[in-house]
């Protein structure tokens, strides 16, 4: 089987991937707790700079506007946790993909030329 120059990029992209996932799993872990130091400190200075005897409208509009950062901050911590946790040994389908091509490919360089 020959492969166009198109796919033969898209080869060498997924085992691109598949070399930078080695230290890539490491990085996101690491990026979460990085990410969940900040919005901690952003959470805390907010509490500390509320009047929770008397709300303003400017407190409550502080709220408004940090809550919603503060909400998806926590969705991207957890999906840079839960996605290297889940995929820690690599994607199974590239994986097996980049396995049948250098099979394939180590088939047809070593018997010579067969068409498929």
């Not at 407190?59 to 969705?75: E, G, N, S, T």
């Not at 911590?77 to 996605?83: C, E, F, K, N, Q």
Request: proline content about 3%; glycine content about 4%.
């Amino acid at each position: 089987m020959h492969f166009t120059t198109e796919e033969t990029k898209l080869i060498e992209r997924l085992r691109k991937q598949e070399r930078q996932w080695r230290w890539l799993r490491f990085a996101l872990p690491a990026l979460s707790l990085l990410v969940i130091g900040c919005y901690t400190y952003i959470t805390v200075s907010l509490y500390r700079r509320l009047h929770w005897e008397a709300l303003t409208i400017e407190d409550v509009f502080l709220v408004a506007m940090y809550w919603p950062k503060m909400l998806l901050a926590m969705c991207l911590t957890a999906w840079l946790i839960i996605w290297p946790a889940v995929n820690w040994r690599g994607n199974a389908t590239r994986i097996l993909l980049l396995k049948l091509i250098e099979a394939q490919q180590s088939q047809l360089g070593g018997s010579g030329e067969r068409s498929t």
